[in-house]
């Protein structure tokens, strides 16, 4: 997962398991190996769909799971919300609104917005 805002399969699944009004069920299964490379066992319950995967730690056995779900589960997905856009690539245009652009000033200069409303009449 190289984008940090990226969603997570976890997360992914719990929007799956909400737009169906159901609880995922996370169950730790069994736990194998010597306690430096442990091997743990999970189980997703999705109302009648379970799935199992292991992981070397509860976190990834989860994430592995979840993965899975999402590629076997035939619950039909949510419809995806475009990602919001950059506030930056859409700069407001403050000409058009005096008290913002007022406000947006006063800001800037590091004055009180009391002291630029003053400075704006007086010119």
């Given at each position: 997962m190289a984008n940090p805002?990226?969603?997570?399969?976890?997360?992914?699944?719990?929007?799956?398991?909400?737009?169906?009004?159901?609880?995922?069920?996370?169950?730790?299964?069994?736990e194998s190996g010597p306690a430096h490379?442990?091997?743990f066992s999970v189980q997703l319950s999705l109302g009648e769909q379970t799935?199992?995967?292991e992981g070397s730690s509860i976190k990834k056995a989860q994430q592995a799971v979840a993965n899975k779900a999402l590629t076997e589960s035939t619950l039909p997905k949510p419809v995806q919300k475009p990602p919001k856009s950059n506030v930056n690539n859409n700069p407001v245009d403050y000409s058009k609104n005096t008290p913002v652009r007022?406000?947006?000033t006063a800001c800037r200069i590091s004055i009180p917005l009391c002291q630029c409303l003053l400075l704006h009449w007086c010119l």
């Open positions: 805002k990226e969603k997570t399969p976890m997360c992914l699944v719990n929007e799956l398991a909400r737009f169906h009004s159901i609880q995922p069920q996370y169950k730790l299964l069994s490379s442990k091997m799935w199992e995967s007022l406000k947006v």
